[in-house]
């Protein structure tokens, strides 16, 4: 059901917003819409997701009205700070978003348009298992102004699939691409490599079939396991191996390899698109820094300085926001040293890099040896950028410890 919340100040029933911070009237602004529903869950998985035997009082037909609670709560909040920015980029993301019926997440997209508006040409992408995509599901989410849909395909591979408890048929990836592509919507696929048993061979097949659906984007995720997760507990029971360090360096390569030898460039160390314009523009806004408020259960949010998280069980959510009040959780102000750490770690993970200004003087100092020991690329360092290699994707931690240090 997901990790633990991070602990936090204590929210007043109004709302998670505080009166300082700065609210930008011409920056960009995001909405995350988390949909915490699965049909099962997956081994690796600590997403604050439920099936249905776990919701305790909590309909997923009375969802949507719920979350649309919570956006007239954050328009009163964000109105007092400023004139209401109209949303950039929408994301539905889970759990399963399309678990609910289309027209739910079409409701949920109108109410964020009728509070805040949606710009020309945004991008609104949904989270999609292919096992739930019908050609009417795309149809009339493209009509409701979805953009993108991003397809969970994992895996080409059936063993595994099954080693990561992934119960789509492999043959509906293709079916839902197909639909989202006829409904005239942008596709993405996500992979994940390193999972338990899977050879270098197993993810070149994954790779190759996933290039055979002629995505506009590829995300590719190295398996992490998560405490409290059930691989986390096999693996600590001897039932599994843990995740290799090296074979998924490997991976790693072999997927950059493949990758952009089909047109696909690095945009971020995880994601490639074949076109600047596929890039995920929402993903950017996180790793930017952008402002975004996150709506329903476990939901975080980023708001003019202040970070903020909702209450994890949609019971609760729904409780607190049928009573008026705000889910919030808790928040927290990062310091300057916590944002200087935040945005190089996340702004180094892009292909635009770093700022060098943006580095305190140990940092710049620590540049040359990165550039010597081949995690840096000296080209873009000389141009005023920090730009990971190659071999800087695979320490990009190590990169950034050096940087702030």
């Known amino acids: 059901m997901g990790a633990a919340l991070p602990l936090g100040d204590p929210i007043p029933a109004s709302g998670p917003l505080e009166e300082t911070g700065t609210w930008a009237a011409d920056a960009p602004f995001s909405v995350y819409l988390h949909v ?10 600590d997403f604050n997701t439920y099936t249905a035997q776990e919701l305790h009082g909590a309909p997923q037909d009375a969802y949507a009205d719920t979350v649309r609670r919570e956006i007239d709560l954050s328009v009163a909040q964000l109105a007092a700070r400023g004139p209401l920015r109209p949303a950039s980029t929408v994301f539905f993301g889970g759990g399963t978003p399309t678990l609910l019926p289309a027209g739910d997440l079409g409701r949920m997209l109108r109410g964020i348009d009728e509070a805040f508006g949606i710009a020309h040409g945004a991008e609104v992408t949904v989270e999609a298992n292919p096992d739930t995509v019908r050609p009417e599901t795309a149809t009339t989410l493209a009509a409701a102004g979805v953009t993108r849909m991003s397809v969970g395909m994992q895996s080409a591979v059936p063993h595994v699939l099954a080693s990561l408890d992934r119960t789509h048929r492999p043959e509906n990836v293709r079916s839902a691409v197909d639909s989202a592509r006829a409904a005239g919507l942008q596709v993405s696929v996500d992979v994940i490599y390193g999972a338990p048993g899977e050879s270098l061979a197993d993810w070149r097949r994954s790779l190759e079939e996933a290039l055979a659906l002629e995505p506009d984007h590829i995300s590719a995720y190295a398996l992490i396991v998560e405490d ?3 691989l986390a507990r096999q693996i600590r029971r001897g039932e599994v191996a843990a995740p290799d360090d090296d074979l998924q360096a490997d ?3 072999l997927a950059d390899e493949l990758l952009g030898a089909a047109g696909f460039a690095w945009y971020e160390v995880s994601n490639w698109a074949r076109t600047h314009e596929s890039r995920s523009r929402h993903n950017l806004a996180y ?10 259960p476990g939901a975080h949010s980023h708001v003019a300085g202040t970070r903020f998280w909702n209450v994890r069980h949609p019971a609760a959510y729904a409780a607190r926001l049928g009573a008026g009040e705000s889910p919030a959780a808790g928040r927290e102000t990062p310091d300057p040293t916590a944002r200087l750490w935040e945005e190089v770690l996340l702004r180094t993970r892009i292909r635009d890099g770093l700022p060098l200004d943006r580095l305190p003087a140990s940092g710049r100092r620590a540049l040359a040896a990165l550039i010597a020991d081949g995690l840096v690329d000296g080209a873009a360092a000389v141009h005023g950028r920090v730009v990971l290699t190659l071999r800087g994707r695979l320490l990009g931690d190590t990169v950034a410890r050096a940087l702030t240090s």
Not at 36 to 45: D, E, K, L, N, T
Not at 287 to 296: F, H, L, R
Request: hydrophobic share 25%; aromatic share 26%.
């Open 228 to 230: 409290g997760t059930k």
């Open 251 to 253: 991976m790693y390569e």
């Open 287 to 296: 790793w930017e820094g952008a402002d975004w408020w996150g709506y329903g």
């Open 36 to 45: 915490p529903f699965c049909r099962v869950r997956c081994g690796y998985c």
